[in-house]
């Protein structure tokens, strides 16, 4: 399959490890121009030198607790090189714990992170998006946006949050050939899940390894994904294949999210 992705630009967010580089390389080897963002410059560059070198390859360092930073950020990179036809928001999850234990800030920092960053990342992109008649933006959040996760308060709560802003946002732009849409990964080998392992392992009296074997186990599939397997599904929807799906949710968790 053409996915007709040859000479787009592409917005990576969190791509120095985990799903988001993984979708950078996806993206990369079908042609697209990426741009890589997160906050560590030597990890951009480190990433950026590992990406196909016959491309226009770059990246941004920015402060995700920083939504206006960001978006300036950003705004100033279109100005003096292009626009981009794929966002790829992506933000590491919010710390462990119970709901009713959770401070305040841990409500406003995920919040600022993933919703605000999200927003003003698409009120950079989208108006060229606009002229060019082809958009996609793609989040990548959790499967606890369809079924909350025991242990997750915070990242449960601003999921959903960023699930029903995109499916809102999906209906203002799909007239303009562009499409907003969630990736929801499940279990997926990165240092995320590992910090979970071992949270769950300490609390339950296991070791690091009966805890992985069990999680497994709730996994019909048996096994956690490869970042690669999801980044698969990202750019499929990043692309002109995808083009009549829009503003839906999708789980690459080898069938373990039990509602439809």
Known sequence: MDLKLNNKNALVCGSTAGIGKATAMALAAEGVNVTLAARNREKLKAVLAELPEHRNHSYIVAN??????LQE????????????????NNT???RSGSILTAALEEFDNAFIQHLKCNHVLAQATIPFMKEAGFGRIVNIISTSVK????????????????????????????????????????????????????????KEEKSVEDMAEIMKNHTPAKRFAKPEETANVVTFLASEAAS????????????RTKSL
Not at 162 to 178: C, D, M, R, Y
């Open 147 to 202: 079924e909350p996760i025991p242990g997750l308060g915070v990242s449960n709560t601003i999921r959903g949050a960023v699930g029903n802003w995109s499916k809102t946002l999906a209906t203002e732009v799909g007239e303009f050939g562009i499409t907003v849409n969630n990736v929801l990964p499940g279990f997926t080998e990165t240092e995320r899940l590992n910090e979970i392992i071992k949270i769950k392992a300490t």
């Open 244 to 255: 009549y799906i829009n503003g839906i949710n999708v789980p690459v968790d080898g069938g």
């Open 73 to 88: 950020q950003v705004i100033k990179f279109i100005e003096k090189n292009h626009g981009f036809h794929i966002v790829i």
């Open 92 to 94: 590491g999850g919010p």
């Open 64 to 69: 995700f607790s920083n939504p206006r930073d």
